[in-house]
């Protein structure tokens, strides 16, 4: 059977107020043959009592030089154009490479190790499983043939096929917009709204997406599972 992982990633505030729940949900509610992949910073792991899972693996992004050597590069960047105009999170490009390095870095990992490396699944640090789920379960809602499968207007839960080699050159397409400064490019900084101009893009030259209907039967945004 095709393989399936998660990934997520978080620094200290985010742990403390949703990932560590996260974490464990997936404890609880996932199957244990679906590995998760944490890529965290500015976080010191030892000082909290995570779920622990032989499925889990706990990755620094300081670790990572082009994630260092950026956030040295682009520091000015961080939504104020280093105290130019009032913060704006759609230009604080710093706050959105995290999730861009943590996801780039896993995927070509991983397809460096297979040919046949499966689905790498991104999910938001401020999600939540809110049931048992199984790789069966996951994969109905996925689409072997297709590329990317997404939730419209949801960036909290996208399946990257790393069967496929677009897949592959378009997280590579974003890494780069980070690294090389093309994001200035964009009137929008964040990861969320690069990736859709590159995917249209990649779409124009045959790239496959497949819409999954919702996901919020098994996954719900943390603050939505206290209700």
């Given at each position: 059977?095709?393989?399936?992982?998660?990934?997520?990633?978080?620094?200290?505030?985010?742990?403390?107020?949703?990932?560590?729940?996260?974490?464990?949900?997936?404890?609880?509610?996932?199957?244990?043959?679906?590995?998760?992949?944490?890529?965290?910073?500015?976080?010191?792991?030892?000082?909290?009592?995570?779920?622990?899972?032989?499925?889990?693996?706990?990755?620094?992004?300081?670790?990572?030089?082009?994630?260092?050597?950026?956030?040295?590069?682009?520091?000015?960047?961080?939504?104020?154009?280093?105290?130019?105009?009032?913060?704006?999170?759609?230009?604080?490009?710093?706050?959105?490479?995290?999730?861009?390095?943590?996801?780039?870095?896993?995927?070509?990992?991983?397809?460096?190790?297979?040919?046949?490396?499966?689905?790498?699944?991104?999910?938001?640090?401020?999600?939540?499983?809110?049931?048992?789920?199984?790789?069966?379960?996951?994969?109905?809602?996925l689409n072997s043939e297709t590329d990317i499968c997404f939730v419209e207007n949801d960036a909290s839960f996208m399946a990257f096929n790393l069967?496929?080699?677009?897949?592959?050159?378009?997280?590579?397409?974003?890494?780069?917009?980070?690294?090389?400064?093309?994001?200035?490019?964009?009137?929008?900084?964040?990861?969320?709204?690069?990736?859709?101009?590159?995917?249209?893009?990649y779409q124009v030259h045959g790239l496959k997406l497949h819409k999954i209907p919702t996901v919020s039967d098994f996954m719900v945004h943390f603050?939505?599972?206290?209700?």
């Open positions: 059977m095709t393989d399936v992982r998660l990934i997520t990633s978080f620094n200290e505030d985010i742990l403390k107020t949703t990932a560590s729940h996260l974490i464990q949900s997936i404890k609880d509610n996932v199957e244990p043959n679906i590995k998760l992949t944490c890529y965290h910073h500015d976080c010191k792991l030892d000082a909290y009592s995570l779920a622990e899972s032989d499925s889990f693996n706990f990755k620094n992004l300081h670790d990572i030089k082009e994630y260092e050597d950026f956030l040295k590069d682009k520091a000015d960047h961080n939504g104020t154009e280093a105290g130019a105009i009032p913060y704006n999170a759609k230009l604080d490009a710093l706050r959105w490479s995290h999730k861009v390095f943590a996801l780039t870095e896993e995927a070509f990992k991983l397809a460096e190790q297979s040919e046949k490396a499966g689905w790498l699944v991104w999910i938001d640090a401020d999600s939540y499983f809110k049931k048992r789920i199984t790789k069966e379960d996951i994969f109905k809602r069967n496929k080699q677009p897949p592959i050159d378009l997280l590579g397409d974003l890494r780069g917009a980070y690294i090389s400064g093309e994001f200035l490019q964009y009137r929008q900084w964040d990861d969320y709204f690069i990736l859709q101009r590159l995917i249209n893009i603050q939505l599972s206290l209700i």
